[in-house]
Structures are given as C-alpha cells and as structure tokens.
C-alpha cells in the first residue's frame, strides 16, 4: 500500500553496506532519508549517490542520516561502491541497503510495475523524529535527484516543527516565512514580538526566527 503523510514509516531490517539495520533503531530519535536506486552498476544512480556521500555533512547538520535502497544484493553494492568513489571522487559513507527479495521496496511500495515491474523507481522518504513520513517523492529512473531540494525541505521542515511557521514558493534558509494560519494575531505576537507584514490576514510575512 502507498505510504502516506503523516503515516509511521515501517521498520524493518536489512543488510546494508555498513552492516545489518533495524531501521527505527537506526533513526533513533534523529531525522532521517531513505531514497531508492532502480539497480547497481547504472550512470544515474551512480552520480547520485556520489553526491549524496559528497553532502553527508549537510545531512549531518540537520541531525539527519541517510540510507539508500537498491534491490541488488549486497556483493554487486560492494563492488559498485569502487566505482562510485572513482568516477564521483567520493566514497560510499552512509549505508546502502541489499534488498534481493524486495521486502523492504515492496513495504515502501518503491516498485510501481506499470513503469517498471522489477526495478525501484527513484523514491525518497524524510521521515521526522516521531517516525513519521513527513515528504514522499517518486521521480523516474531516468531522471536523477537534486538532493539540495531535499536539504532544503528538511530545512523548511524543520522550521516548522520548532517554530509554526511554513514557507513560501522558492523558498531558502534565511528567507522570509509566513506564520501558519492556524496560529491566531494573539498567538503570533507572543511568538513574534517583533511583528509582521501582513499582506493579508491569511498571509503574514515575518523574518525566519532562529
Ligand atoms: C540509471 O541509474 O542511470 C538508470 C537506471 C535505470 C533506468 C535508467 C537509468
């Protein structure tokens, strides 16, 4: 079944290139990303998942760990990580996890046959602190991620946990954001002493807090 917002992202575990994961316990009380790769040893995924060990440290940040998926098992991961590290000049440094019987793309229903009845499409789940899904994105296999969009939504997701507020179209960190409407002017001016621009009263402008 298709995993929803809001839903809890089902555990499981797996072998994976940093060893055998159970993944709640894994995520611990962190945020965390679990992106799919249609197969091993194919020029997209490869340039992906470069980049991903490439922006460890901005995950890391963010207090978020990363984990793929590809449905090939765990030798051919191995063996792929070497040409990862040589032709993206990074090396594997999250774990990737073997899935030959598919359990783990079948839970996240990462297998969507009418495009492809054996291999993953491109899935990226962030999931929050309490577990719970809190972005699902599917894109082609022919078509490889821009993983600074993701960083991005963690940190508009982020914001809006700490401090109620959402962010607008194209939005960056630093930006201006707007205050949630379920927060009432009462309950705004105590979280936002220093006021705000109100466009209209559904749309009030106010700098990024913290
Ligand atoms: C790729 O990663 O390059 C790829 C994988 C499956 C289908 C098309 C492209």
């Not at 009418?114 to 296999?141: E, Q």
């Not at 707007?178 to 009263?201: C, D, M, T, Y």
């Amino acid at each position: 079944m298709a995993i929803r917002l809001g839903d809890v992202a089902p555990d499981f575990t797996a072998e994976t290139t940093e060893g055998p994961i159970h993944f709640h316990e894994w995520l611990g009380d962190g945020w965390g990303v679990l992106f799919s790769h249609p197969k091993d040893y194919t020029p997209v995924c490869t340039t992906e998942l470069g980049r991903v060990a490439a922006l460890k440290g901005e995950f890391e940040k963010r207090g978020c760990k990363v984990a793929g998926l590809s449905v090939d098992p765990l030798e051919d991961h191995r063996g792929w990580a070497g040409d990862i590290e040589e032709t993206q000049g990074t090396a594997l440094n999250f774990p990737l996890i073997a899935d030959p019987d598919r359990k783990v793309s079948d839970l996240y229903d990462m297998i969507h046959p009418n495009a492809n009845d054996t291999l993953t499409v491109r899935s990226v789940f962030v999931i929050g602190p309490d577990k719970k899904v809190k972005l699902t994105i599917t894109y082609p296999a022919s078509t490889g991620r821009n993983f600074d969009e993701i960083l991005r939504v963690i940190d508009s997701l982020q914001l809006t946990a700490k401090h109620q507020v959402a962010t607008p179209v194209d939005w960056r960190s630093g930006d201006d954001v707007i205050i949630v409407p379920a927060l009432s002017n009462e309950e705004a001016r105590q979280k936002f002493p220093g006021g705000w621009n109100e466009l209209k009263p559904y749309l009030r402008v106010v700098k990024q807090p913290g």
